[in-house]
């Protein structure tokens, strides 16, 4: 496959599971800001490829060092966004808001919301340095993309499908099927364990759960009084900083984390899935636990 349709792949998957084309197919075929090729000809040929949570410059001399004892690796592809990518990732955060009033929250509050979280985060994000990996493809002639909500709507759209599919009567139950995941299973073996954040017994009813797992960023924690407000009981998410799970225990939501690397690695399995039957070959770095779900 070529560079640039290695990425487009990604894209238009990421398109298919948006839930902002649940209702109305097509809605939005748009692009997402915070995936994007770093660098490598988009008309390279590349038959392997290293896919990771998470590149840093690190991983681009572990590439060149697995390629000089002769892996053949063309490009690498990182779910964390970098460079442009990372600097333009509140562009991708309305799915949030979009989500937020899905599921009941009144337009005002979450317009306000957004607008602070957008705020905030730029003015964090430009005090950083995204550019070392970068610089460094550049100048080791490594192509590189990141590819990073695009992945996490299949993630959404992942667990969207369990829990329309499966009613669970209990939060036990559901941290059950949770717990069953492939990669759930193979983080918990490294000891990144999923948990519940619980107001209440496990063997009470489950109630209206919402599934978070999309969106560039945690959400401002001002959020979850409104989802409380608005009916939710239980959030399905990969994972929160401190100050929302403290937020979520005080406004007695419960939420089963389920784990960042073993969500990020959900998606881009299901992604890697589609590059191996493309012909592309795949070798998992930091992070990315791969399971198969269809052979290639
Ligand atoms: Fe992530």
Not at 94 to 123: C, F, L, P, S, T
Not at 128 to 143: C, D, G, M, T
Not at 190 to 210: A, E, R
Not at 277 to 287: F, K, L
Request: with cysteine; charged share 25%.
């Amino acid at each position: 496959m070529k560079w640039q349709d290695i990425f487009n792949t990604g894209i238009k998957l990421g398109q298919e599971c948006d839930i902002r084309n649940y209702q109305d197919s097509g809605k939005y075929d748009g692009d997402y800001n915070d995936c994007t090729i770093i660098n490598g000809d988009p008309g390279l040929e590349i038959k392997k490829v290293y896919t990771a949570i998470d590149v840093e410059v690190s991983e681009l001399l572990l590439v060149r060092e697995l390629n000089d004892k002769g892996a053949g690796i063309d490009g690498i592809i990182s779910h964390h966004p970098m460079g442009s990518g990372a600097y333009r990732l509140t562009d991708v955060v309305d799915i949030q808001k979009y989500n937020w009033e899905r599921y009941g929250v009144n337009q005002k509050i979450a317009d306000g919301i957004i607008e602070r979280m957008i705020e905030e985060e730029n003015i964090e994000l430009r005090s950083r340095n995204f550019l070392a990996v970068e610089s460094a493809s550049k100048l080791l002639e490594i192509p590189v993309m990141c590819i990073h909500t695009a992945i996490d709507n299949v993630v959404q759209n992942f667990f969207e499908k369990i829990f329309n599919k499966n009613s669970f009567s209990t939060l036990g139950d559901a941290f059950k099927k949770i717990e069953s995941i492939p990669e759930c299973i193979k983080t918990s073996a490294s000891g990144d364990i999923p948990f519940i954040v619980k107001k209440i017994n496990i063997d009470s009813p489950l109630g209206k759960i919402m599934v978070d797992m999309t969106g560039g960023v945690d959400p401002d924690s001002d959020i979850f009084k409104s989802l409380k407000k608005a009916g939710i009981n239980t959030l399905i998410a990969m994972h929160y900083s401190l100050d929302n799970i403290k937020a979520i225990k005080k406004n007695k939501l419960n939420a089963i984390i389920c784990g960042h690397m073993a969500c990020d690695s959900i998606g881009l399995n299901i992604y890697s899935d589609l590059l191996e039957q493309g012909g592309i070959e795949i070798v998992a770095g930091s992070g990315f636990y791969r399971h198969r779900r269809i052979s290639s």
